[in-house]
């Protein structure tokens, strides 16, 4: 028995050490699924870029349910991972509670700003000014003077995204009309296409001949459905350009697959503190391709790419959700 | 609101009712055989998985369908064995179903086509797409005119909008979905088939002693369940969609339950709660949040709706919803 305990014993000694020496980095993905093709595939993309360069590993772990989050955070220090890198928002009330007994490990929070802990990397992305440009995309390239907005879950940070977008559109032709809808209230909102879909044909059966969707999987949907009835529709997140070519007009990027990629390369050594990646930082951004090169004519770009500058030099203000929780360009 | 917009609901209640009464009928069958099915859901599920999965590798969007058809009466096969065969308890029966399903479609998904459990997306002829139906507006029209679809039905009068969006442009599905209401009707009210089935649900003791075989017809009924719980999976990932995401059924299984109960397992009036259901689900898709006068009725309200109409009616205020009365209890012949 004493045998037994002693051997036992070792063998969780060498199990942890085991673990803290290796330290490599984790990576939990929220609700939304690893193959989202969306927010979460960009954190993928970022991961796998920095193991095949560095030829190291990572963890992973895809969350199926709220109560999953908090348990797969320990789970992750207690093995040694780190850096511990989480997406989305949700992550910051767990976040919040488990940091502080891991001082030693390193957190990064994608899309989290405003928490109060030494060991954890927060980013925020300046959403608002990715959203804008596109914004400005659609509106020049509506012949209906319509365009949409369909929003994931219904949260500060998808208004955010609205919110920018409007602006944009605002910016370019101050009649047209934003018609914006959100999928739902729940986690579920993230995973439901065929909603998707639906709020599309309503969208455009209201006229609107550009939508932008920011919904995670449920935006499958929606670009599907736009498609089908031959109209342009913008992606988010990841370049969603090749879903289907030539009926998306852009997709608005953010650069969480560089927020994955520079935490997990810094490793141990990681800078913490709240970081945010707007235009400047190139932390988002419109993307052109061979797919969707035939639908943005030099105008269009020349008149976006202005706009960029306009932003990073402060002449142009893309008011932010956050600010006061409201918009002035959109009433959701 | 002006006439189109409410043609443009109600079409979108089609196509959202369509799932929840192809649900709805197979429900009953079941139900109505003396057999509670809450494995609905599983089912579409399952259904909605190999419909997607072998229309994407074939390309053939019939071979799909076979196949969700296939696997939705693989499952109630498993219900009816476990639960008429071996009397075991219906209900748990069906959990374990929707467990299976939600667990083992994601799992093979993504041995399958390693995408996170989702298929790849359908092209065109893995789908069932919209029949244009003649003298419709459509594609065509708009590629005629130079002007998108929805200016020109704003142009139309209003028969043809009426025709073009509300009666044209479904999938097959969608009509067969709708064709199976009086099929359902005929079967059990016109046929010997049918008054065995309902029968059987009542008094299966009785149907015994008229040397009918309880067995027999519980298995028929559960496999009619079957099929038709596939034909609504096939639906949503052929037709709504093009293509599987996990859990894309979205608890409208449990919708299809409730409509049942709320239609009192009658065939006409499945279509109908069916129909109320789909077009709560529209409403609520289309206009966001609701102003009555100074009340705003949020989203979330006509999301509920379905659930909070079936505990009224199932706590009585609005008649009484009487089970089948052997429901639920397996046929044994000597006590």
Same mark, same amino acid.
Request: net charge negative; hydrophobic share 50%.
């Given at each position: 028995m004493t045998l037994m305990k002693s051997l036992m014993g070792a063998a969780a000694t060498l199990a942890l050490s085991a673990?803290?020496?290796?330290?490599?980095?984790?990576?939990?993905?929220?609700?939304?699924?690893?193959?989202?093709?969306?927010?979460? !595939? %960009?954190?993928?993309?970022? @991961?796998? $870029?920095?193991?095949? *360069?560095? +030829?190291?590993?990572?963890?992973?772990?895809?969350?199926?349910? !709220? %109560?999953?989050?908090?348990? @797969?955070? $320990?789970?992750?220090? *207690?093995? +040694?991972?780190?850096?511990?890198?989480?997406?989305?928002?949700?992550? %910051?009330?767990?976040?919040?509670?488990?940091?502080?007994?891991?001082?030693?490990?390193?957190?990064?929070?994608?899309?989290?700003?405003?928490?109060? %802990?030494?060991?954890?990397?927060?980013?925020g992305f300046a959403e608002h000014e990715g959203s804008y440009l596109v914004g400005m995309m659609a509106a020049m390239a509506s012949k209906s003077d319509t365009v949409g907005f369909i929003g994931?879950?219904?949260?500060?940070?998808?208004?955010?995204?609205?919110?920018?977008?409007?602006?944009?559109?605002?910016?370019?032709?101050?009649?047209?009309?934003?018609?914006?809808?959100?999928?739902?209230?729940?986690?579920?909102?993230?995973?439901?296409?065929?909603?998707?879909?639906?709020?599309?044909?309503?969208?455009?059966?209201?006229?609107?001949?550009?939508?932008?969707?920011?919904?995670?999987?449920?935006g499958v949907g929606v670009l599907q459905t736009a498609a089908d009835e031959n109209i342009l529709s913008i992606g988010v997140d990841s370049n969603q350009n090749h879903l289907h070519p030539g009926k998306v007009l852009t997709s608005m990027l953010k650069r969480v697959d560089v927020a994955v990629y520079e935490a997990m390369k810094a490793g141990e050594d990681l800078e913490t503190g709240v970081f945010a990646m707007g235009l400047a930082e190139e932390g988002v951004g419109y993307a052109l391709d061979d797919n969707n090169a035939a639908l943005v004519n030099d105008e269009m770009k020349a008149a976006v790419d202005a706009a960029r500058q306009k932003i990073i030099d402060g002449e142009i203000e893309v008011v932010s959700y956050y600010a006061d929780n409201s918009c002035p360009a959109l009433k959701f | 609101m002006d006439f189109l917009t409410l043609i443009q609901v109600l079409d979108s209640t089609v196509r959202l009712a369509t799932p929840?009464?192809?649900?709805?009928?197979?429900?009953?069958?079941?139900?109505?055989?003396?057999?509670?099915?809450?494995?609905?859901?599983?089912?579409?599920?399952?259904?909605?998985?190999?419909?997607?999965?072998?229309?994407?590798?074939?390309?053939?969007v019939w071979l799909g369908l076979l196949a969700g058809v296939g696997s939705s009466l693989m499952l109630a096969a498993l219900h009816g064995v476990a639960s008429i065969t071996f009397?075991?308890?219906?209900?748990?029966?069906?959990?374990?179903?929707?467990?299976?399903?939600?667990?083992?479609?994601?799992?093979?998904?993504?041995d399958w086509f390693k995408q996170g459990g989702r298929?790849?997306?359908?092209?065109?002829?893995?789908?069932f797409e919209g029949l244009e139906w003649p003298f419709a507006i459509g594609p065509q029209d708009a590629e005629a005119t130079g002007q998108p679809v929805s200016q020109l039905m704003k142009a139309a009068n209003p028969v043809q909008q009426v025709y073009s969006e509300l009666i044209?442009?479904?999938?097959?599905?969608?009509?067969?979905?709708?064709?199976?209401?009086?099929?359902?009707w005929w079967i059990l009210y016109r046929t010997r088939f049918g008054l065995r089935l309902r029968a059987v649900g009542e008094n299966p003791a009785a149907v015994d002693t008229a040397g009918v075989s309880v067995v027999g017809l519980r298995?028929?009924?559960?496999?009619?369940?079957?099929?038709?719980?596939?034909?609504?999976?096939?639906?949503?990932?052929?037709?709504?969609?093009?293509?599987?995401?996990?859990?894309?059924?979205?608890?409208?299984?449990?919708?299809?339950?409730?409509?049942?109960?709320?239609?009192?397992?009658?065939?006409?009036?499945?279509?109908?709660?069916?129909?109320?259901?789909?077009?709560?689900?529209?409403?609520?898709?289309?206009?966001?949040?609701?102003?009555?006068?100074?009340?705003?009725?949020?989203?979330?309200?006509?999301?509920?709706?379905?659930?909070?109409?079936?505990?009224?009616?199932?706590?009585?205020?609005?008649?009484?919803?009487?089970?089948?009365?052997?429901?639920?209890?397996?046929?044994?012949?000597?006590?």
């Amino acid at each position: 028995m004493t045998l037994m305990k002693s051997l036992m014993g070792a063998a969780a000694t060498l199990a942890l050490s085991a673990g803290a020496a290796l330290a490599e980095p984790a990576l939990i993905f929220d609700l939304g699924g690893k193959f989202d093709k969306s927010f979460n !595939e %960009a954190a993928f993309g970022g @991961a796998q $870029r920095w193991a095949e *360069e560095t +030829g190291g590993t990572f963890r992973e772990i895809e969350l199926q349910a !709220e %109560a999953q989050r908090e348990q @797969a955070l $320990r789970r992750f220090a *207690e093995a +040694g991972a780190n850096p511990v890198v989480t997406m989305g928002f949700a992550m %910051a009330d767990p976040l919040s509670s488990v940091a502080a007994d891991y001082p030693d490990t390193k957190f990064v929070a994608i899309d989290v700003t405003w928490l109060d %802990a030494p060991n954890i990397r927060q980013i925020g992305f300046a959403e608002h000014e990715g959203s804008y440009l596109v914004g400005m995309m659609a509106a020049m390239a509506s012949k209906s003077d319509t365009v949409g907005f369909i929003g994931g879950m219904d949260i500060p940070l998808i208004r955010h995204f609205g919110c920018g977008y409007a602006q944009g559109v605002k910016a370019v032709n101050p009649d047209a009309t934003v018609i914006a809808n959100m999928t739902g209230t729940t986690p579920a909102a993230w995973n439901d296409p065929v909603k998707g879909s639906e709020l599309t044909k309503s969208q455009i059966s209201q006229g609107a001949d550009v939508i932008y969707a920011a919904a995670g999987g449920t935006g499958v949907g929606v670009l599907q459905t736009a498609a089908d009835e031959n109209i342009l529709s913008i992606g988010v997140d990841s370049n969603q350009n090749h879903l289907h070519p030539g009926k998306v007009l852009t997709s608005m990027l953010k650069r969480v697959d560089v927020a994955v990629y520079e935490a997990m390369k810094a490793g141990e050594d990681l800078e913490t503190g709240v970081f945010a990646m707007g235009l400047a930082e190139e932390g988002v951004g419109y993307a052109l391709d061979d797919n969707n090169a035939a639908l943005v004519n030099d105008e269009m770009k020349a008149a976006v790419d202005a706009a960029r500058q306009k932003i990073i030099d402060g002449e142009i203000e893309v008011v932010s959700y956050y600010a006061d929780n409201s918009c002035p360009a959109l009433k959701f | 609101m002006d006439f189109l917009t409410l043609i443009q609901v109600l079409d979108s209640t089609v196509r959202l009712a369509t799932p929840l009464l192809l649900a709805c009928l197979a429900g009953l069958f079941s139900e109505r055989a003396g057999i509670f099915d809450i494995g609905l859901e599983g089912k579409m599920l399952m259904a909605a998985f190999f419909s997607a999965a072998i229309a994407a590798s074939t390309g053939n969007v019939w071979l799909g369908l076979l196949a969700g058809v296939g696997s939705s009466l693989m499952l109630a096969a498993l219900h009816g064995v476990a639960s008429i065969t071996f009397r075991g308890n219906q209900l748990i029966s069906g959990v374990a179903i929707n467990f299976l399903a939600a667990g083992l479609t994601v799992l093979i998904a993504q041995d399958w086509f390693k995408q996170g459990g989702r298929t790849p997306s359908l092209l065109s002829g893995g789908r069932f797409e919209g029949l244009e139906w003649p003298f419709a507006i459509g594609p065509q029209d708009a590629e005629a005119t130079g002007q998108p679809v929805s200016q020109l039905m704003k142009a139309a009068n209003p028969v043809q909008q009426v025709y073009s969006e509300l009666i044209s442009g479904h999938s097959v599905l969608v009509y067969l979905a709708f064709l199976a209401v009086p099929a359902t009707w005929w079967i059990l009210y016109r046929t010997r088939f049918g008054l065995r089935l309902r029968a059987v649900g009542e008094n299966p003791a009785a149907v015994d002693t008229a040397g009918v075989s309880v067995v027999g017809l519980r298995f028929a009924a559960v496999a009619i369940c079957g099929l038709l719980c596939g034909i609504a999976g096939a639906y949503l990932a052929t037709a709504l969609q093009a293509g599987f995401v996990k859990d894309m059924t979205a608890g409208r299984g449990f919708i299809a339950l409730a409509a049942l109960i709320f239609a009192k397992w009658r065939p006409w009036q499945a279509m109908g709660a069916c129909l109320l259901f789909g077009l709560l689900q529209a409403v609520a898709l289309r206009f966001q949040n609701i102003e009555l006068g100074p009340i705003v009725v949020p989203v979330q309200v006509m999301d509920a709706l379905p659930y909070i109409l079936t505990v009224v009616i199932l706590a009585g205020f609005v008649g009484k919803a009487i089970p089948p009365r052997a429901g639920g209890e397996p046929y044994v012949k000597e006590r």
